[in-house]
């Protein structure tokens, strides 16, 4: 069984440009959240997406977007982008149903410059 | 604001030593914890996860959950090199999204 598989792996961005981010989750699994990890913060939590639908978000500013296919493939968008954005973003699978656990794909190393 | 706090070691045991890692949170909301192992450069892996009060065995992980002391804890027998890396705790609730402690660095010396 496949597992989470989050495209591209690494990203060099210069301020100001925007990026998108993808992430297929475990085949059957529909539901696909988005997390931020930075040394200072930790892993927060940017949004979460089932069935199509953004069903939660965390407190980020509205630079941070995403969406979710009918094949519960997700892409996250970040305009503007700031240094501050610098961080490794991961995405996590899970049937979305509130049993058993969320798996992380290996995750996109974003850097701003 | 829903906080999961973790001993933020550094924490050392030596080999085949038991290492205990511990965490608490403050929503008496969250319903399912998890830990999660992180490698160096890697990304978050899933341990174990625990729902009840009590136990949870699994292999060598032993998950323990207190909700009453808001308190969940994470035991590793027999503890191996390659069980070293950080540690992380997470609850959620009904909102489906985890919280994260900042993590506890384990390291078995051999």
């Known amino acids: 069984k496949a597992g989470v598989t989050q495209t591209p792996r690494y990203l060099i961005k210069t301020r100001g440009q925007q990026v998108t981010l993808s992430c297929s989750p475990i085949s059957g699994h529909r539901s696909v959240s988005w997390y931020q990890q930075t040394p200072g913060q930790g892993l927060q939590f940017l949004f979460e997406?089932?069935?199509?639908?953004?069903?939660n978000k965390g407190n980020f500013p509205g630079r941070f977007s995403g969406r979710q296919f009918s094949n519960s493939r997700s892409e996250m968008n970040v305009s503007t982008l700031e240094l501050g954005d610098s961080a490794l973003y991961l995405c996590a699978s899970s049937a979305g149903t509130g049993d058993g656990g969320y798996t992380f794909g290996s995750g996109t190393r974003l850097t701003v410059v | 604001q829903k906080e999961v706090e973790q001993n933020s070691g550094p924490l050392s045991v030596p080999e085949g030593a038991i290492a205990s890692l511990n965490c608490t949170y403050s929503d008496r909301g969250s319903q399912s914890f998890f830990w999660y192992r992180q490698y160096s450069g890697k990304s978050p892996e899933l341990i174990m996860f625990?729902?009840?009060?009590g136990d949870k065995e699994d292999g060598r992980f032993t998950a323990q959950l207190n909700k009453a002391s808001q308190y969940v804890s994470l035991l590793i027998r027999d503890s191996q090199p390659s069980d070293s890396a950080t540690y992380l705790c997470a609850a959620s609730g009904s909102a489906r999204q985890l919280t994260f402690g900042s993590g506890t660095q384990l390291t078995v010396l051999p």
């Open positions: 625990i729902y009840s009060n």
């Open positions: 997406y089932f069935s199509e639908t953004q069903r």
